[in-house]
């Protein structure tokens, strides 16, 4: 059993790390600043100036292929970047990257919507949640009726990342009531904001934020169809599939720095004449973060493998989803209580990621959805206790 990263795995991290020191970093007092007023982080054209630098360095396109000048990167080597990502709250990620299912595009399609998005010169968001389905997915509503060579949409979608800024989204929308989403009533559709759909931003708890989408008799030509017709649940599953190894492989660097943070701030700050790390409480605290992030870590890592493997990822992602997020909301809520006050506030960006964290427990699939699935796999027998080493 080998537990250490390949040369090229070593080396492909320290040169990320090395870009995330040199250029994201040093934006982070500005994207505090600026988010404090209620502005983006990062605009549009701020985060793209970033890409193309990291393009220079040859980062651009981790998961595309290399048809379509990307790096096609295994999982494992994606999810050591998303690390490596994580360590900066600055709202950064590589360039050259597309939804993972809009690969499933005709020719027409790639050249309308995959090849600008990849290029970074249009922006899309993903829409299968509603006010009133989200963990039961398969209960959406918003209706897709045909008329000739058209279909027209009506419904909402709601909670929609990057809703308010994208320039198409990808809907999935019910199109057969009868048959139900998850067999094959539903089908996944191309739809370009000005085809007349508008987005209202949702205020959170973290920055940025989602948005809600109205579809109010909004035409769309049947060639917009993603994929085939019917299988729109299916696609909107591989879509939320991909971010079940990048979320908490995202959490891992958060935790990483933030538990560095504590260990710094526990070795300078005294009270009663010595420094707090001498108590066994802040020991502990370290210890049980370390602990937790290091389990998280092979978890994680091992679900990537997973994947590379050609294996069904579903049942180590899930494992690895749920503890990847639980970890990261327990290091951070620790490190936040380790800087006592100074950590309640905006100077620094514990805060911050307290709020931020917090969502990783309910998206792309809620912590009792990852439970769900775990144990569902274990009592149908579809999997083993130990799995691949069982
Ligand atoms: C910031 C943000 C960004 C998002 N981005 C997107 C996006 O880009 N695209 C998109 O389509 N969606 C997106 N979502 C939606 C997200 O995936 C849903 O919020 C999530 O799936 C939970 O659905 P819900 O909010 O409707 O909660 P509900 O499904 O109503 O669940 C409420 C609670 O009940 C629990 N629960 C539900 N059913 C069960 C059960 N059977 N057993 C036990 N517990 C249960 C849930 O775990 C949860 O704790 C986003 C959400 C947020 C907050």
Redesign the pocket.
Known sequence: MDFALSDEERAVRDTVRAFVTREVMPLEPEVLRRERAHQPGLDRSELRELQLKARKFGFWGLATPEEYGGMALPAVMQSLIWTELGRSFVPFRFGGEADNILFHATEEQKREFLLPTIEGERTS?????EPGA???AANIKLRARRDGDDWILDGE?T???NGNDADFAIVVAVTDPKKGARRGGATAFLVDRAMGWRSEFIQ?M?EGG?ASLVFDGVRVPHRNILGEPGQGFTLGMEWIGKGRYTIPSHAIGIAERALQMAIDHATTRETFGAPIATNQAIQWMIADSETELEAARWLILRSAWTVDQGLDPRHASSMGKLYGAGMVNRVVDRVLQIHGGMGYTRELPIERWYRQVR?YR????????QR?IISRDLLRGYTKIGGHLA
């Open positions: 968001c993903f829409a299968i949640t989200g963990s039961d979608k909670f929609i990342t959170t973290g989602p969502l309910i998206f792309e699939g809620t912590d009792e959805m769900l």
